[in-house]
């Protein structure tokens, strides 16, 4: 794919029906799109473009200016990102960047791999980016998306490839749509689920969150929240000011890293300074929420949560483990922030991608999240699927013999 300007033709369609854009009163026409994959430029007229187009749109948290921003602020030096613009009418109506990152696998010769929202380097892309997509304009729907996908794949190279990471299944189809109108293979690499707390479904049947839960888990949070009683007052406390959330991130960056070490999230280096900068710019919104959960006054838990239309993501945290196995600081503080969170109006507690079992116990519904990949079926791409089969064959075995 090269990494000149790209434009599509406003002729070429997929095989759908025409956009139809209300105009004014009744009055209907169709208008053709125009799609653009060129090199980011003037930062400032992206920032401006994005957070228009963000007001008109239904952007996940993650496709927010807030992360895009942020994260482009911290891009490395090595990496170049390209803008999808699709634009109708003269006005912008979808936008999402891509980086393209060349790769030598089983050939000799290199090959293009262009990540959306992602930079292809394994340990940038730690900052886990989910509910990935396309940000578009809402009054034109998915068409917008499917134009953007359309050009984006039809420039790919022989062995070249498009990586879409924490997609929901929604973009999958669409994805799967257009590779397929292309004549490429679109294959889901990995799938995850996210759990998450619905609160609609436990305000339907008139309960409160802990009377939601099932029993075993209610009684492991009661004797929890007794032995630590004993010890003192236990306090929830959600981190106000940006001064008050970098000092609790400090915390939970001496807590996380006393239980995770080398795997855990700041093995990363781009982690601290990243999420520094995403705290000073998303707590004073409110977008970004930090929390202590405390004991006598000392810490045992820190929740740092995210908050995007009504809804709580659940990020990262790190809590103060004993001994006594009883004393469970990170169900207990979940279950604190997600009752705080509840008496708050929003709509739901989201815990997102992984199987950690506290997940599946506080939660009353899922998602699924999907990496999929989109190239051509040649031997290359055959050979490397069958590879990743027997990794992940292998990583089953020796966690069920664990």
């Known amino acids: 794919m090269p990494q000149t300007s ?57 496709t927010s200016w807030l992360w895009i921003g942020t994260w482009l602020a911290h891009l490395p030096k090595n990496v170049t990102p390209h803008l999808i613009t699709a634009m109708m009418s003269g006005r912008v109506v979808g936008m999402a960047i891509v980086c393209r990152r060349k790769t030598w696998r089983l050939g000799v010769r290199p090959r293009a791999r262009w990540f959306l929202h992602e930079t292809g380097d394994a340990r940038f892309d730690r900052l886990a980016i989910e509910y990935n997509g396309i940000l578009v304009d809402r009054s034109a729907g998915e068409a917008i998306t499917i ?70 888990t209610r009684q492991a949070v009661s004797r929890t929240l007794r032995l630590y009683e004993e010890r003192g007052p ?21 807590l996380h890293n006393a239980r995770w070490g ?5 093995a990363n280096p781009v982690f601290r300074p990243f999420h520094e900068d995403l705290i000073a710019r998303g707590v004073p919104t409110g977008a970004v929420r930090i929390s202590r959960t405390t004991v006598g006054g000392h810490t045992i838990g820190v929740l740092y949560n995210f908050v995007h239309d009504g809804e709580v993501l659940h990020y990262q945290s790190g809590f103060l483990y004993e001994e006594d196995a009883k004393l469970k600081p990170g169900l207990l503080s979940h279950v604190l922030a997600i009752e705080d969170s509840f008496a708050r109006g929003e709509r739901g507690y989201d815990f997102m991608a992984g199987s950690a079992a506290h997940k599946t116990r506080l939660a009353n519904a899922q998602r699924t999240l999907k990496r999929v990949v989109v190239g051509r079926d040649t031997i290359e791409h055959r050979i490397e699927a069958m590879v990743r089969q027997g990794k992940r064959a292998l990583a089953e075995f020796r966690n069920a013999a664990e």
């Open 6 to 62: 790209i434009s599509s033709h406003p002729a070429r369609r997929l095989r759908q029906p025409p956009l139809r854009v209300i105009t004014g009163g009744d009055t209907e026409r169709a208008d053709a799109v125009e799609v653009r994959i060129e090199p980011l430029g003037d930062s400032a007229a992206t920032e401006a473009g994005w957070r228009d187009l963000q007001a008109r749109a239904a952007p996940s948290f993650f």
């Open 147 to 216: 134009e953007c996908l359309d050009r984006a794949v039809r420039h790919l190279g022989r062995l070249d490839q498009l990586v879409l990471s924490g997609i929901t299944t929604d973009l999958d189809a669409a994805t799967c749509r257009v590779a397929a109108n292309a004549g490429l293979r679109a294959e889901a690499t990995n799938v995850d689920t996210a759990h998450w707390v619905d609160f609609g479904e436990i305000r339907r049947a008139n309960k409160d969150y802990r009377a939601s839960l099932g029993r075993n």
């Open 234 to 254: 236990v306090e929830h406390r959600i981190m106000e000011t940006v001064p008050e959330a970098l000092a609790a991130f400090a915390e939970f960056a001496e």
């Open 262 to 266: 080398r795997k855990g999230a700041f």
